[in-house]
């Protein structure tokens, strides 16, 4: 059984500040990395997909991926309060299969 | 821009009624998915697609059936429905070509309650 584990928190962090969500994954042949951002009562929106080792960068949004460790996080710099909402990882996994596997979400507030 | 539409986004419905949940996509994608998504469950999925009248069952298949039968349509179908089935329900899609890394986009959802 392939797992994506997400802590549910509430994350809190203070408006202009870094928040730092993170992400672990069972299948150690994972191949493809995603963090989809929802709000409440809304669907979830893709803002960032990472596949290679290492940081990837867009705008305020910087993902990043340890295949070694097995983890992957996601880290918005200069919070904003409109960053509220719930983010997901997900993760397709080995085998040639193109089905994520969804964490269940952190739930991050900033806060003004 | 990639869209995902969903034919409603609030229904409300009755123990026992056929519900159809319609999705479609203008990307040509060839994979399409239904969800499910409930508090404190996350997502779960109920069926796929990978081609024109392909279908597989995902986790929670019990109780749903679908339909494709043109590439950018795929319906949900709740043959009976029961009052365990008022959920969100969220259709996406994703390429399935080769060489592409299968990001999947979502529809707005259909928030449904059945009574």
């Known amino acids: 059984q392939k797992e994506v584990e997400q802590n549910s928190g509430p994350l809190s962090v203070p408006e202009g500040a870094i928040a730092s969500l993170n992400c672990t994954y069972s299948?150690?042949?994972?191949?493809?990395f995603f963090w989809y951002r929802q709000y409440s009562g809304k669907s979830p929106e893709l803002i960032m997909s990472i596949y290679s080792n290492g940081d990837k960068e867009d705008g305020r949004f910087t993902a990043q991926l340890n295949k070694a460790s097995q983890y992957v996080s996601l880290l918005i710099r200069d919070s904003q309060p409109s960053d509220s909402a719930t983010y997901l990882c997900a993760v397709i996994g080995s085998g040639g299969s193109y089905i994520p596997t969804f964490g269940r979400g952190t739930s991050l507030i900033v806060h003004p | 821009d990639v869209k995902v539409t969903q034919s409603s986004r609030y229904l409300v419905k009755r123990t026992g009624e056929k519900v159809f949940l319609e999705c479609v996509q203008d990307?040509?994608?060839?994979?399409m998915f239904w969800y499910r998504q409930d508090p404190g469950l996350g997502l779960r999925l109920i069926y796929f697609?990978?081609?024109?009248?392909?279908?597989e069952k995902g986790d929670i298949p019990e109780g749903y059936s679908v339909s494709r039968e043109k590439k950018e349509r795929f319906s949900l179908i709740l043959e009976s429905a029961s009052t365990n089935q008022t959920s969100m329900y969220l259709c996406?899609?994703?390429?399935?070509?080769?060489?592409?890394?299968?990001?999947?986009?979502f529809g707005p959802g259909t928030r449904l309650t059945v009574l």
């Open positions: 697609s990978y081609d024109v009248k392909m279908k």
């Open positions: 299948d150690r042949g994972s191949q493809s």
């Open positions: 990307m040509d994608h060839e994979n």
């Open positions: 996406a899609s994703s390429s399935g070509r080769r060489g592409n890394y299968n990001e999947q986009f």
